[in-house]
Protein backbone atom coordinates (compact mmCIF):
# COMPACT_ATOMS: atom_id res chain seq x y z
CA UNK A 1 0.00 0.00 0.00
CA UNK A 2 0.88 3.27 -1.08
CA UNK A 3 1.27 6.30 1.43
CA UNK A 4 -1.36 7.76 -0.27
CA UNK A 5 -3.54 4.72 -0.14
CA UNK A 6 -2.55 4.20 3.69
CA UNK A 7 -3.52 7.74 4.57
CA UNK A 8 -6.89 7.59 2.70
CA UNK A 9 -7.53 4.12 4.64
CA UNK A 10 -6.58 5.76 7.93
CA UNK A 11 -9.04 8.45 7.31
CA UNK A 12 -11.75 6.26 5.76
CA UNK A 13 -11.81 3.92 8.83
CA UNK A 14 -12.64 6.65 11.53
CA UNK A 15 -9.37 6.86 13.03
CA UNK A 16 -7.95 9.79 15.28
CA UNK A 17 -6.07 12.28 12.98
CA UNK A 18 -2.80 11.78 12.90
CA UNK A 19 -0.42 14.92 11.45
CA UNK A 20 0.84 12.72 8.39
CA UNK A 21 3.43 14.89 6.43
CA UNK A 22 4.79 14.21 2.99
CA UNK A 23 8.92 14.61 3.03
CA UNK A 24 9.39 13.95 -0.44
CA UNK A 25 11.53 14.84 -3.43
CA UNK A 26 7.99 14.95 -5.24
CA UNK A 27 7.27 18.59 -5.76
CA UNK A 28 4.65 18.78 -8.90
CA UNK A 29 1.90 20.16 -7.81
CA UNK A 30 -0.34 17.23 -9.03
CA UNK A 31 1.84 15.44 -6.36
CA UNK A 32 1.29 17.68 -3.57
CA UNK A 33 -2.38 18.25 -4.04
CA UNK A 34 -2.68 14.31 -4.59
CA UNK A 35 -0.99 14.07 -0.83
CA UNK A 36 -3.59 16.65 0.59
CA UNK A 37 -6.57 15.01 -1.08
CA UNK A 38 -5.12 11.79 0.49
CA UNK A 39 -5.18 13.38 4.21
CA UNK A 40 -1.65 14.32 4.61
CA UNK A 41 -1.38 17.96 6.44
CA UNK A 42 1.90 18.98 5.12
CA UNK A 43 4.56 18.55 2.58
CA UNK A 44 8.10 19.58 2.76
CA UNK A 45 10.09 18.87 -0.29
CA UNK A 46 13.89 17.48 -0.33
CA UNK A 47 16.47 18.61 0.22
CA UNK A 48 14.55 20.10 3.51
CA UNK A 49 15.97 22.95 5.93
CA UNK A 50 15.14 22.27 9.37
CA UNK A 51 13.13 25.30 9.88
CA UNK A 52 11.10 24.51 7.30
CA UNK A 53 10.57 20.82 8.61
CA UNK A 54 9.73 21.94 11.75
CA UNK A 55 7.37 24.90 10.92
CA UNK A 56 5.48 22.08 8.72
CA UNK A 57 5.38 20.53 11.57
CA UNK A 58 3.69 22.76 13.88
CA UNK A 59 0.91 23.35 11.36
CA UNK A 60 -0.17 19.82 10.93
CA UNK A 61 0.10 19.30 14.41
CA UNK A 62 -2.57 22.38 15.23
CA UNK A 63 -4.31 21.37 12.23
CA UNK A 64 -4.79 17.64 13.52
CA UNK A 65 -5.65 19.25 16.99
CA UNK A 66 -8.65 21.21 15.32
CA UNK A 67 -9.97 18.44 13.23
CA UNK A 68 -9.62 16.00 16.62
CA UNK A 69 -11.48 18.47 18.57
CA UNK A 70 -14.17 18.92 15.69
CA UNK A 71 -15.05 15.15 15.34
CA UNK A 72 -15.34 15.02 19.05
CA UNK A 73 -18.19 18.08 19.02
CA UNK A 74 -19.78 16.29 16.73
CA UNK A 75 -19.75 13.10 18.59
CA UNK A 76 -20.75 14.77 21.45
CA UNK A 77 -24.20 17.04 21.29
CA UNK A 78 -24.06 18.41 24.32
CA UNK A 79 -20.66 19.98 23.70
CA UNK A 80 -22.07 22.04 20.70
Known sequence: MHCEESASA???A???N???IAIT???QPE???GY???GFLGHVPKPFRRNELLTVIQSAMI???KQDASMCRA???MLN
Open 10 to 12: SAA
Open 14 to 16: GGT
Open 18 to 20: SAI
Open 25 to 27: ANI
Open 31 to 33: HIE
Open 36 to 38: FAS
Open 63 to 65: AAA
Open 75 to 77: RTP
